[in-house]
């Protein structure tokens, strides 16, 4: 009996090898460049990936349409409603990235950068980027999940070689360089999916403009949550603290976020098949337990990980530098493992059209920006915050769900 690994299978082990990858560069980073000039190449990272929630936004949004028409069987819509939201998400891609350009030095001066130039050389990216989130989405939805895992492999590829090049020839020629090498290093890689055709032209109207809008504002504003969610503390620690402090915080917060990173993929799948069985009316609560399952068990054995070996950890993955922070590892692990767990509730519902969870993630998203920026006496006190506002946030997560349980099992008896 042959093994058939299936597109779904090549995704989840591609995006697992492809965040292993990213993972890697910045260990490597985190090494050769040391707490200090690794707290500016972190911060570049982290804004990234701010800013690839809101990708992530645009491509759930491109996966839940496409994946709505795909199993009506309709391509006409797919066309129709690609051709649509490349349009828009061009004119927003193209308006942030001024934005970023226009206000770099202000954001130089609060970050307390050397340069405003990598600030700026990301912003002439994001037009790139939301491109190419558009197609993710689309590939996301009608179940092309060999082409969307190879854009993650290109992508991953394509940053690993342009960074480590410059980042090269930085510490030879330029050493003050180096952070615009890690710039650069993104900005190749938002050329990832450019080898994807376009599609061919339709002169079919995109007719759900308004649902789309409505889902974009939902989705986004759960986006949002998720950037101060995850990325307000590393921001913040750099704002206040100094370069060697806010390097050995931004090396624990990466070991740490590996729960995260580790079950994305979880996420990325459970999305559009929940979508595609509520549509032909097939049970899908299963696949919630199956994620949540998945994601809690990599995340208790991270925190025990972290808990029992955190100088070896540490050790083996930046060097004896870091180690001053190592016993923080394994509460940094414990704050992510609830975020992820939280994230699992959210995107289940957020597929079935219910956006309680949206709101209860914001409102977690902006308590732990204003804790953060009230109380930043120590690191510790930083990560205890978020370990408090997690916790409450999945505790509210379970307690929305035992609603929903309890009303379905009321209509059911009705």
């Not at 936004?57 to 006409?76: M, P």
């Not at 994001?126 to 092309?144: E, T, W």
Request: hydrophobic fraction near 55%; aromatic fraction near 14%.
């Amino acid at each position: 009996m042959k093994f058939k690994l299936g597109d779904a299978g090549f995704l989840f082990i591609s995006t697992l090898l492809v965040n292993a990858g990213n993972y890697l560069i910045n260990l490597i980073l985190g090494r050769v460049l040391g707490p200090e000039r690794f707290a500016e190449a972190s911060v570049i990272a982290t804004g990234v990936l701010m800013l690839s929630f809101f990708a992530v936004g645009i491509q759930l949004t491109a996966a839940k349409f496409s994946a709505s028409y795909f199993a009506d069987q309709d391509d006409e819509s797919i066309l129709a409603f690609e051709h649509w939201i490349n349009r828009k998400v061009l004119i927003i891609g193209l308006i942030i990235g001024f934005l970023l350009i226009i206000f770099s030095k202000l954001v130089q001066s609060f970050l307390q950068f050397d340069s405003w130039l990598p600030i700026a050389l990301i912003g002439l990216g994001i037009p790139l980027y939301f491109n190419m989130s558009v197609k993710r989405g689309i590939a996301q939805g009608s179940d092309l999940f060999q082409r969307l895992a190879w854009t993650y492999i290109f992508e991953m590829l394509l940053r690993f070689i342009v960074t480590f090049a410059l980042i090269y020839a930085a510490l030879k020629y330029a050493n003050h360089l180096t952070t615009e090498a890690v710039s650069l290093g993104f900005l190749a890689s938002f050329f990832a999916a450019i080898w994807i055709p376009k599609k061919k032209k339709t002169k079919t109207l995109f007719k759900e403009q308004n649902s789309v809008k409505s889902f974009v504002g939902i989705i986004l504003i759960y986006e949002f949550s998720q950037i101060l969610i995850n990325n307000s503390d590393v921001i913040l620690t750099k704002h206040f603290f100094n370069s060697a402090e806010a390097g050995l915080y931004a090396a624990i917060a990466l070991i740490g976020r590996v729960v995260f990173f580790g079950t994305w993929t979880i996420v990325t799948l459970l999305f559009p098949k929940v979508i595609q069985r509520e549509k032909q009316g097939l049970p899908h609560f299963s696949l919630f337990w199956l994620s949540f399952g998945i994601t809690a068990g990599f995340g208790i054995a991270v925190i025990g990980g972290c808990l029992l070996f955190p100088e070896l950890i540490i050790s083996i993955l930046f060097g004896s530098e870091y180690l001053e922070v190592s016993h923080l590892l394994y509460r940094y692990a414990i704050a992510t493992t609830l975020f992820a767990g939280a994230n699992v509730f959210a995107y289940y519902y957020m597929s079935l059209g219910k956006y309680i969870p949206v709101i209860l993630s914001v409102v977690a998203g902006i308590a732990q920006v204003s804790l953060i920026y009230g109380f930043h006496h120590s690191l510790e006190e930083i990560i205890k915050i978020q370990i408090i506002v997690m916790s409450v946030l999945l505790v509210s997560m379970v307690l929305y769900q035992l609603t929903q349980l309890k009303s379905k099992t009321n209509t059911l008896n009705t």
